[in-house]
C-alpha cells in the first residue's frame, strides 16, 4: 500500500507488510543508534500486525488487510527543551480526538458515497471518545490507542488500532464494529489516516505552542465536546479491583475523569481505570 495522502502529512513514513507491533518497532528506532533518522511525527503502519497490544495487557489481533496499525512518535517541545513528562498525560485523549473527528469524517464520507442515499428516517450515527481512549459508533469500539513513554522520557509513541473493514464474523468482541460495518461501503485507509495524522498534528503543535496548558491550548475543551463519556452513567475499575459507579461529569487540568460517586455524591477524580457505559 501506497498511503500518498498520509505521507504528505508527517516527516517519515513507513508502511510495514507484517510486523509483531508497530509500537515496538518505532520505540526501537527512536531509542536506538538510528533515533536521529527519526524525527517528531514519524510513523509506523501495517495492515497485518501480529503481536498487538491493548490496555491493560489485552492482546489486539485482527484479520490481514482489514484494519490498520498505527504508531506515531512525538518528540514535543518547547523554546528547544522537552516538554515535561508530567503533561505527557494528555496525548492519548488528544491521539483520541484526533481519531473520533477523523472516524466521524469517514462515517460522513462513507454514508454519502452509498449509491442509495439515507433518507431523512434513517439513524444518524454517533462517533465519540470514550474515556480515555477509545473511539465508538453508536456505542460499539473502532479504534484504540496504547501509548508508550520512550526510555529517555523525552518522547512517546502513541499507537492507534482502527477497524476498517472488518466484517461481522472478524470482529474480536460483540462490542467492536468497523468502518465499513457501520457504512455499508469499502473505505478509503489512506484518506482517513491522513485525517488522523493532520489533526493529531494540528492539536499536538497547539498543545506544545501553549507549554502543555490544555486550557490555553483548547485542547481540554475540544476533548469535552467530543467525549461520550462525559454526561454518562458509568462503572470504573479502579487500579486495586474496587469498582467505582457513577456520573462522569467533568474533566478536570489534568486530563483525569471526574466522577460523582452514586453511593455518597462524593467527587472522585480518576486518573486510571476501565471504564464501563452503563445503560439503564
Known sequence: MEFPLSREVVPRFEYLAETGSTNDVLVGHAAGTDAAAWPDLSTVVTDNQTRGRGRLGRTWLAPTGKSLAVSVLLRPRVGGAPLPVDHFGWFPLLAGAAMTRAVRAAVEAGLAARAAPPDEDSPRHEVTLKWPNDVLIDGYKV??????????????????????????????????????????????????????????????????????????SGLLQAVTELCGTL??????????????????????????????DQADGELQAVAAGDVTHLRY
Open 143 to 216: 479504534s484504540g490507542i496504547l501509548s508508550e513513554l520512550l526510555p529517555d522520557a523525552r518522547g512517546l509513541v502513541i499507537g492507534t488500532g482502527l477497524n476498517v473493514s472488518l466484517d461481522e464474523h472478524d470482529l474480536p468482541t460483540l462490542t467492536s464494529t468497523s468502518l465499513q460495518l457501520v457504512t455499508g461501503t469499502p473505505p478509503d485507509p489512506d484518506a482517513v489516516l491522513a485525517h488522523y495524522l493532520t489533526e493529531l498534528r494540528v492539536l499536538t503543535a497547539a498543545f506544545v505552542a501553549a507549554n502543555g496548558d490544555p486550557v490555553r
Open 231 to 260: 454526561g454518562s452513567v458509568v462503572r470504573v475499575q479502579l487500579p486495586g479491583g474496587t469498582d467505582l459507579v457513577g456520573t462522569a461529569i467533568a474533566l478536570d487540568r489534568s486530563g483525569r475523569l471526574i466522577v460523582e
